[in-house]
Each structure stands twice: as C-alpha cells, then as structure tokens.
C-alpha cells in the first residue's frame, strides 16, 4: 500500500510538471497561473502545493529535469583524472546542441526559458534560481577549462575565469537566436561546427589570455 502511495505520488507530480510544460509553452509562464495547470493535469491546487511550494518552484524543476542526462559527461570533464577534459566538454555540448535541436521536450523547456519566462515580482524566486546556477555554471565550466590547461589542451596562460564567461555566454546565445529563428541555420546539422568555432576561440583568442602571471594565478586559484 505504501509503495502504491508513492507511486500515485510520483505519477501525480509527473502529470503536474507535464501540464506546467504545456501551458508555459502556450500561454508564457507570467500568464499562467496554478489553477491552469491543475486543470490541465486533472488534480486540485492543493496536489500542486503538496510537491511544489510555488510557481517558481514548478519551472525550476521542469529545469532541472533537463541537467540529469549530461551529469556523468559534466562530472567527466571537471575531473583532474580525465585525461581529455577538453574532448569531454566538447562532446557534451554538441550533444547539448543536439537535443535541443531533435528532442521536442528538450526544446519546449529551453525555449520557455529563453523566451517565455519574465522575470516579474512573483518570480523573483526563480530569478535567484537562476543567477544562482549560473554562477555555478560559469565556476564548473572554468574548472573544466583549467583542467584542460593542466593537460596542455589549451593555452597555458589561458585567463580560465574570462573565458568560461565567454563561453556561457556564447553557448546561450546560439540557443536563444536558435530558438527565436529556428530556419538561420540547422543546429542539429551544424552543431559540432559551432563547439569548435568556440574551442578555436578558447585557443586562439588574445583577449583569453592572462596578461601577467599574478592575474592567471589568481584566475586558477578561484576555482
């Protein structure tokens, strides 16, 4: 009985996240309200309450069921033991670039939170959330970075801390113009010519690098 309870529990905050996926991808997430999706997913505002505290709460983790795939691939490139770090980053995002480009759930979450997600009043929960992972983000990304200058895979004086920045940044950027104007260019075709456009940067770009030794210093000891 207890594990049939579970299992209702786990079925029911299935359907709640699934109906949560489907009206912030019709209606915009600021114009959807609690009571919409319970609706749509044929249980009380209360069942919403009992897995989720509030609306924020819901779209972080409609979010964070995009992460669990890639973990073990993450957690591969941000090891000292890796020997090819830079190789594991790169097969991560093009593998990135490639869900979002074939798999329409993957798809529907990245473009609701690209362009469907206001940050109003009532979200400002989520948009700690967020600014919360990105700053994880950019500090995973320049431990990859560094470990990828340990094994000489990328410029020695490489400003890590600069260029995971750029990096995010340059990652979220082909996603958003992606999503806004699918028919520019074919990701999923494209894709890996797009990771290496932006490991060239990583080697080749100047402006990457450290311009004494104290600032690359401090740049590896931040992470």
Same mark, same amino acid.
């Given at each position: 009985?207890?594990?049939?309870?579970?299992?209702?529990?786990?079925?029911?905050?299935?359907?709640?996240?699934?109906?949560?996926?489907?009206?912030?991808?019709?209606?915009?997430?600021?114009?959807?309200?609690?009571?919409?999706?319970?609706?749509?997913?044929?249980?009380?505002?209360?069942?919403?309450?009992?897995?989720?505290?509030?609306?924020?709460?819901?779209?972080?983790?409609?979010?964070?069921?995009?992460?669990?795939?890639?973990?073990?691939?993450?957690?591969?490139?941000?090891? $000292?033991?890796? /020997?090819? #770090?830079?190789?594991?980053?790169?097969?991560?995002?093009?593998?990135?670039?490639?869900?979002?480009? *074939? %798999?329409?759930?993957?798809?529907?979450?990245?473009?609701?939170?690209?362009?469907?997600?206001?940050?109003?009043?009532?979200?400002?929960?989520?948009?700690?959330?967020?600014?919360?992972?990105?700053?994880?983000?950019?500090?995973?990304?320049?431990?990859?970075?560094?470990?990828?200058?340990?094994?000489?895979?990328?410029?020695?004086?490489?400003?890590?801390?600069?260029?995971?920045?750029?990096?995010?940044?340059?990652?979220?950027?082909?996603?958003? $113009?992606?999503? /806004?104007? #699918?028919?520019?260019?074919?990701?999923?075709?494209?894709?890996?010519?797009?990771?290496?456009?932006? *490991? %060239?940067?990583?080697?080749?770009?100047?402006?990457?690098?450290?311009?004494?030794?104290?600032?690359?210093?401090?740049?590896?000891?931040?992470?």
């Amino acid at each position: 009985m207890v594990r049939r309870t579970k299992e209702e529990a786990q079925e029911t905050r299935s359907a709640i996240l699934e109906a949560a996926e489907q009206a912030f991808y019709e209606r915009g997430v600021a114009r959807t309200t609690l009571a919409d999706i319970a609706a749509l997913a044929g249980v009380t505002r209360g069942a919403i309450y009992w897995h989720f505290s509030n609306k924020a709460d819901l779209v972080q983790a409609m979010l964070d069921s995009l992460h669990e795939p890639l973990n073990e691939l993450a957690k591969a490139s941000e090891s $000292q033991d890796e /020997l090819d #770090p830079l190789g594991c980053m790169r097969s991560l995002l093009v593998h990135l670039f490639h869900q979002v480009a *074939i %798999d329409p759930k993957t798809r529907r979450i990245n473009e609701i939170l690209f362009h469907k997600c206001e940050f109003t009043d009532e979200m400002c929960d989520l948009r700690r959330q967020r600014q919360v992972a990105s700053v994880d983000c950019n500090s995973r990304i320049e431990l990859t970075l560094n470990n990828a200058v340990y094994r000489e895979q990328l410029p020695a004086n490489l400003n890590a801390r600069r260029a995971a920045i750029a990096l995010h940044a340059y990652i979220d950027g082909i996603l958003r $113009q992606w999503l /806004l104007v #699918p028919d520019c260019f074919e990701l999923h075709k494209e894709a890996e010519t797009w990771v290496d456009i932006c *490991i %060239d940067m990583l080697r080749l770009c100047p402006s990457l690098r450290s311009t004494s030794p104290d600032e690359h210093q401090s740049s590896c000891l931040k992470v």
